[in-house]
């Protein structure tokens, strides 16, 4: 049986790797090729790549470190940041990652998404929606740019649109939870499953395996990301790069 | 010498790192010298049918190869839509496969899938041996492999299905017929159980 996806996601930053706090107080936590290694030896799931300035600092893909990461991973991989066309995702592709995510762009310009698709494959296609749940009304609200840029248009109404554009996966991307450890926001999850017919990953929040079992039992097989529990231990959050997976990976 | 042809689709760079892992003799080549001396081959593929076998046909390889694997009897072992493009046709697109063993790529059928589980099939999935094969000693089949497809391999003769995945029901995820053979997973991103894929490709 398909089992759920355990997906260490890092964030690359001025050239290292950092872990956020909402979003926020980027810290430093490593090499991303040494990071790399350790994930093989620990023989991980797939693994999601974002590269926080290149939207931000409107830079492509830094395709030569794409390259290294890709010929020294033994894991699927998984790129996101700064792509704005399907010839981006193609070369992309090409350097060894299986898939590549859009938001920003795809936000903008919806159709970047069908071009991808056509490009390499719905299968590699991945639209990331980063949301904050919104203060006085009920339901989220999508942002860009590292959260600093807000959309309007409704998470349920752009997930159905992606994937009717030909998304193969749509993660999302919860900013109140970044770095918290206080586990995924089920109600959100629940949401977005009930919705759409591709695979979904969840990320933000999980803080124990518990967090990653709790998801899996409330949306069943899923993919289950993070950033913080792969990367601190303890309760001083020493910088340690681990894996483990739930023991039920299907409900 | 096992050369993974490089004809302008698929991650022949992982693959050629996992040759490499298990210091085995490999090069990564379109040149067809080098591929008219090498004993067996790669055949990596990514992407669309359509646009892969558009870069195969347009890279001029495929008599080369038709040559070699059916002249000559070497291995040729396809990869994802590298094994795709072994069949005839496909639901994906408008252009023939290379034919090389009888069979329709067809889409996986959503209705069959229970609830909660989607296309594309993405993610680790044990497999079911159809018929003993080397190519799969020593692997862990409940571990199983990296999936990530919307399509699958319905072959037309029953016996060239080697190793199966349930996902709805159960559908083909090896297939050989003589030397060809064709994995729909990953195995150059699988682990420990893609190594002794490669491994025993090379030494079959």
Known sequence: ?251 | MIAIVDYGSGNVAAISDIFKRLKLPHTVTRDHGELRVAERYILPGVGAFDATMRTLRGSGLVDLLNDEVHGKGKRILGICVGMQILGDASDEGDLPGLGWIPGHICRIEAAAIPERLKLPHMGWNAVRLETPSSLFEGVDLNRGFYFLHSYHFNAVDPASVIATVQYGREIACAVARGTVSGLQFHPEKSHGNGLAVFRNFATL
């Not at chain 1, 600092?57 to 700064?82: D, I, K, Q, V, W």
């Not at chain 1, 980063?130 to 409704?154: C, E, M, S, W």
């Not at chain 1, 518990?210 to 959050?237: C, N, W």
Request: hydrophobic residues 40%; contains cysteine; proline residues 4%.
């Open chain 1, 1 to 251: 049986m398909l089992r759920s996806r355990i997906i260490p996601c890092l964030l690359l930053h001025q050239g290292g790797l950092v872990k956020t706090r909402q979003f926020k107080e980027p810290r430093y936590v490593g090499d991303p090729l040494n990071a790399v290694k350790i994930f093989n030896e620990k023989e991980v799931d797939e693994l999601m790549l974002v590269d926080l300035d290149a939207t931000n600092e409107g830079y492509e893909p830094r395709m030569p470190l794409l390259r290294n990461l890709a010929t020294e991973s033994r894991m699927p991989l998984c790129y996101g940041g700064g792509v704005s066309s399907a010839e981006q995702a193609s070369r992309i592709v090409a350097t060894g990652f299986e898939k590549v995510s859009v938001s920003a762009a795809a936000l903008d310009r919806p159709i970047l998404i069908k071009e991808m698709s056509e490009a390499i494959g719905a299968q590699s296609v991945v639209v990331t929606i980063d949301v904050k749940a919104n203060r006085l009304f009920a339901g989220y609200t999508i942002y860009t740019h590292n959260g600093h840029r807000k959309h309007k248009q409704p998470l349920i109404d752009f997930c159905q649109q992606a994937v009717s554009l030909g998304a193969g996966e749509i993660v999302i991307n919860s900013i109140d939870r970044d770095g918290t450890m206080v586990g995924y926001d089920l109600a959100l999850a629940s949401q977005v499953r009930g919705a759409i017919d591709t695979p979904m990953t969840m990320l933000g929040g999980a803080g124990s395996i518990e967090h990653m079992q709790a998801l899996i039992d409330a949306v069943g097989t899923v993919g289950a990301a993070a950033g913080s529990f792969f990367v601190f231990k303890g309760p001083y959050r020493a910088v340690l790069i681990n894996y483990a997976r739930p023991t039920r990976l299907t409900r």
